[in-house]
Antibody, heavy 121, light 113 residues
């Protein structure tokens, strides 16, 4: 069974940093591109970042570029999101999301339960 | 960026009736390399993460009931729930994967009338 379990969320002051982790199991993690998608309280879904299966390629939403860094450790089956210079508008539930293995397709077939990040003084 | 616009925002439907959700993209999401529309639909129930329903605009994910169907091409797409069940109460999102940034529609809340 595919499982994605996020951790690392919490309350942080504006300008602060946080690192999210996502422990993956039930599939061959190193074969899949992975993503982070966020959702502000009561709002819609927003794609944040994407990383290639071997970690050699990454992409970001403009709203987080230069502040967030996605990375992975395939030996530990873990995805990360380092978030720096946090702002109030970054307050969201952050979902770890697996991208389908189908060539040319970037839709999301498995989602974690999410971890809440609250940026407030 | 490709803007995805869903309508309506809220959709009250009687049990057993049809629910129709629309999604419009600001540019075509038909990918000529795959000869397919790069559009997916998700269902999000309260307190849960989203769940994939449909991809390539009309292909149902394994395990998704056949009362859910997707249609459309180019810039205009529809998710239809034929015979609404109580467990279908949720927010539904469309998503384009034609290009990054990947973008979602604003969501449509389906509720029981």
């Amino acid at each position: 069974e595919v499982q994605l379990v996020e951790s690392g969320g919490g309350l942080v002051q504006p300008g602060g940093s946080l690192r999210l982790s996502c422990a993956a199991s039930g599939f061959t993690f190193s074969n899949y591109w992975m993503n982070w998608v966020r959702q502000a309280p009561g709002k819609g879904l927003v794609w944040v970042s994407r990383i290639k299966n071997d970690g050699s390629f990454t992409s970001y939403a403009d709203s987080v570029k230069g502040r967030f860094t996605i990375s992975r450790d395939n030996a530990k089956n873990t995805l990360y999101l380092q978030m720096n210079s946090l702002r109030g508008e970054d307050t969201s539930v952050y979902y770890c999301v697996r991208e389908t293995a189908e060539a040319g397709a970037v839709y999301f077939d498995y989602w974690g339960q999410g971890t809440l990040v609250t940026v407030s003084s | 960026d490709i803007v995805m616009t869903q309508s309506p925002d809220s959709l009250p439907v009687s049990l057993g009736e049809r629910a129709t959700i629309n999604c419009k993209s600001s540019q075509s999401v038909f990918h000529s390399s795959y000869n397919k529309n790069t559009l997916a639909w998700y269902q999000q129930k309260p307190g849960q993460p989203p769940k994939l329903l449909i991809y390539w605009a009309s292909t149902r994910e394994s395990g998704v009931p056949d009362r859910f169907s997707g249609s459309g091409s180019g810039t205009d797409f529809t998710l239809t729930i034929s015979g609404l069940q109580a467990e279908d109460v949720a927010v539904y999102y469309c998503q384009q994967y034609y290009e990054t940034p990947l973008t979602f529609g604003g969501g449509t809340t389906v509720e029981i009338k």
